[in-house]
T-cell receptor, first 117, second 112 residues
């Protein structure tokens, strides 16, 4: 069982509200990720971090922002939510294997399903 | 960047039959190919992976094959059971940026 937690699991909010999706892991992983998952299943990388104070944008442009002040915590924020932000957001983490260019297993949280009315 | 294609998007099989899901990738430098299973209401979970120095790997009823020349890899599930019903994702990882690029997913339904 992976020790990575997302809150809230479900959130329904009105347009224009600011929201923060929380993600925490207790495995000491350096790398953390945010994926957006379509209703049609596709997973799109929107943000990632390779360590504290490191954040990068992913392949899919997103109006959200992230921060990585502590190793275990990687929150995602939307300053002004819109209906187009309605989606499932999945957080994940992985350990650095100590070998350059070698990827490791991703551990996913159970997701935060956001609905913006 | 890496582009991963996955087929089929949906697959229905009778319990006990085999299921095969195929993926192709575009970046010949990719060296890690995991498969994830996502059950309803949960995040994806790794079920098997293969690295580029290996052509085949098996774990009980699940096997993965890799053809580096053709840049494709496949997931094989034998003796399928209803609990195998889920969405399956393939992925490929090039050394840089060392992130996973996912396929579009296959919804597998095992009919009892």
């Amino acid at each position: 069982e992976a020790d990575i937690y997302q809150t809230p699991r479900y959130l329904v909010i009105g347009t224009g509200k600011k929201i923060t999706l929380e993600c925490s892991q207790t495995m000491g992983h350096d790398k953390m990720y945010w994926y957006q998952q379509d209703p049609g299943m596709e997973l799109h990388l929107i943000h990632y971090s390779y360590g504290v104070n490191s954040t990068e944008k992913g392949d899919l442009s997103s109006e959200s922002t992230v921060s990585r002040i502590r190793t275990e915590h990687f929150p995602l924020t939307l300053e002004s939510a819109r209906p187009s932000h309605t989606s499932q957001y999945l957080c994940a983490s992985s350990a650095s294997l100590g070998l350059a260019g070698v990827a490791g297993e991703l551990f996913f949280g159970e997701g935060s399903r956001l609905t913006v009315l | 960047g890496e582009n991963v294609e996955q087929h089929p998007s949906t697959l229905s099989v009778q319990e006990g039959d085999s299921a095969v899901i195929k993926c192709t990738y575009s970046d010949s430098a990719s060296n890690y190919f995991p498969w994830y299973k996502q059950e309803l209401g949960k995040g994806p979970q790794l079920i098997i992976d293969i690295r580029s120095n290996v052509g085949e790997k098996k774990d009980q009823r699940i096997a993965v094959t890799l053809n580096k020349t053709a840049k494709h890899f496949s997931l094989h599930i034998t003796e399928t059971q209803p609990e195998d019903s889920a969405v399956y994702f393939c992925a490929a990882s090039p050394p840089l940026p060392n992130n996973l690029f996912f396929g579009t997913g296959t919804r597998l339904t095992v009919i009892p």
